[in-house]
């Protein structure tokens, strides 16, 4: 099968939480610098297109996280209605977690880990009409692990891709601003319960050549992007890589501005480098505070605790950063109170529009492979595999809560559609928690206040 003709080779993304995808960007770098002509499709921002997928001899579909899934699955199906001999491979993430069912249902192959060279060595492999065993590369009746072996990585190839202005912006003082995203790292070293990470990488974390993400910047710069989201899962994990990268593109480009995600334990043994990431334009840094009650930051393994909270918070706002805490509002172990503690919390610490309403309605993701899918403290109650729907089912001992994260959930979803005040939102999400009726547009802060930098797009995992 020849795949290097243009367009024979597809990759698809279905959702990167409203950035344009590196997911694509990426590995098309690396077909085409091993002399593949790969086409590209987003469905988050672009219609599917029949034709590229008819065309196709191999296509790749990203699954980086869980709605990127369920909506891969569903891309997948369309793919094989249209073009039923091509192979379909899923990649990313939660194609190793999900591996044993997608193979099952309608893929060819799965990747996961460090998998563009495995990628490519696929796509070599089909095309040259060989059907040996591809290392990394899951097949029916063949599993793999990850590939975790540091790259020879390639600049990503973004061409192919809907413009950046497609995507999430920056809303910062009442503008808004193009936005891009690169990653300086992949995987963790960290052993969060609840994260799908640590199951593929168990711990490891590689870090993207300086030069790869600063010519990656570079380019999305000349596209329009005059801010930075980085996207690693921890830009801490090696800070000396991470703030050389941020001192060379704040030299080159004094005027950008940035973004990043470290973990509360990194914020607090970095708290000294916080002047020096604000003097090269850091906006805002996202955290995974996840819970303030020891038994669930335990469950979790976050290591850290709530006082741990108030010290990280303290040091990125003394340096004048904003601090946008995330949370796993709904677990099997939080209670009610644990529940209106964080929304006092929230308002007490002045942050109500630090955090976007619908991380108070996140409920715990228990997909298979899962280091809690088999935690002491889950079992007790989890349900059955969902396989559909890539997770297990879980019931909380109190009837209330589940109750209470069905009524948030359909709150945050109502006032996001009729662009509610985030205040608002939260003045009614705290009357619900109190058992009273929510109040229409109960909300004391003034609608003209100076807010908290963020992403357009409210979703950060």
Known sequence: ????????????????????????????GFLRRAGFEPDAMDIAVEDFDAAKA?????????????????????????????????????????????????LDHGADSCIGGEYEQPLVALVESIAAGTTGDVEGVARRGKAALPVLQKLSFAIPERNALPSLDKYAHLEHEGSSRTAGYVEASRGCLHLCTHCPIPPVYGGRFFIVPQEVVLEDIRRQVQAGATHISFGDPDFLNGPKHSLRIVRAMHDEFPSLTYDFTAKVEHLLNRGEDMPEFAAAGCLFIITAVESLSDRVLTILDKQHTREDVVNAIKYVRDAGIAPRPTWVTFTPWTTLEDFLEVLEFIEENGMIDNIDPVQYSVRLLIPPGSWLADHEETLPHRGPLDEAAF???????????????????????????????????????????YGRQPVELACSLPADRQRAPRMSESWFC
């Open 1 to 28: 099968m020849k795949l290097q003709s243009p367009g024979s080779v597809l990759l698809i993304s279905c959702y990167e939480l409203g950035h344009q995808p590196l997911g694509i960007a990426l590995p098309i």
């Open 54 to 102: 008819a065309q196709a001899d191999f296509v790749g579909i990203c699954v980086p996280m869980h709605t990127a899934l369920r909506l891969g699955v569903r891309v997948a199906q369309r793919v094989r209605e249209l073009n039923p001999d091509c192979h379909i491979c899923f990649y990313g993430i939660y194609a190793s977690l999900n591996s044993e069912y997608l």
């Open 391 to 433: 997770t297990y089912r879980w019931t909380h001992p109190d009837p209330r809560m589940d109750q209470l994260q069905k009524d948030v959930a359909r709150l945050v979803e109502q006032d996001a559609q009729a662009e509610e005040d985030t205040a608002a939102t939260f003045y009614r999400i705290k009357d619900l928690a």
